[in-house]
């Protein structure tokens, strides 16, 4: 039997989707997550596990910050991106961040189990009208969305705070900590981020449009 997880922050999509795979793959073992903390939670108790289907935008994950945590906690895990958008530029990234796949969304069930069952045999699949456009993209530096994931949960969030413009006591008292932790966090967001000042911290997340949700 295939276990696969569908990480995605839509209850609608992940139900048809999970229908759509159950009807046209049998034996499949399907669990659900709709953000990154379940996400991870899931890729914790899963035993053996075959797939991550995982959409870039769920909350808590951030441009590439949630792939980037994934593959660095769980390397042995497939991870295939899927998304709305077919930018290829996109593509590429995810591609170079680790994931052995990019599936649109709109994709008819065949596509996905196309898509899928290629994986599965150790390739990297990705969507016959953009894989020259994503082959002719440049090379994209990694080293901040690495940094980035590096991060701890708590904080991830103090530099989403961070990046709503809010105050350490403010901060403070959103996450229910004390504003000594809150300094705590910063300091060492600056440390492994290799930047200086909150204005530099605000730039990164502002350049990776790293938010807490969608």
């Not at 441009?63 to 945590?69: A, F, Q, V």
Request: hydrophobic letters at 45%.
């Amino acid at each position: 039997m295939l276990s696969l997880v569908i990480a995605d922050d839509h209850p609608l999509f992940r139900s048809a989707l999970s229908s759509a795979l159950q009807k046209e793959m049998p034996n499949l073992h399907i669990v659900e997550a709709n953000d990154l903390d379940s996400t991870m939670s899931c890729l914790e108790q899963a035993s053996e596990l075959d797939l991550l289907l995982l959409d870039l935008n769920m909350p808590g994950s951030g441009d590439l910050y949630g792939l980037i945590r994934i593959r660095k906690a769980y390397p042995d895990v497939p991870v295939a991106i899927i998304s709305g958008s077919e930018d290829s530029a996109l593509v590429a990234k995810v591609i170079e961040a680790g994931a052995l796949g990019f599936i649109s969304k709109t994709s008819e069930p065949s596509t996905y189990v196309e898509a899928i069952n290629a994986i599965l045999d150790g390739d990297i699949w990705l969507p016959e009208a953009i894989q020259q456009a994503v082959k002719n993209q440049p090379k994209s530096d990694l080293t901040m969305q690495k940094r980035v994931a590096e991060l701890t949960p708590q904080q991830y969030k103090v530099l989403c705070y961070l990046h709503e413009g809010l105050l350490n006591k403010q901060i403070a008292y959103e996450l229910a900590i004390s504003e000594a932790t809150v300094k705590a966090h910063i300091t060492a967001i600056f440390r492994k981020l290799e930047i200086n000042n909150r204005t530099q911290a605000v730039l990164v997340a502002s350049d990776l449009k790293l938010t807490m949700s969608a």
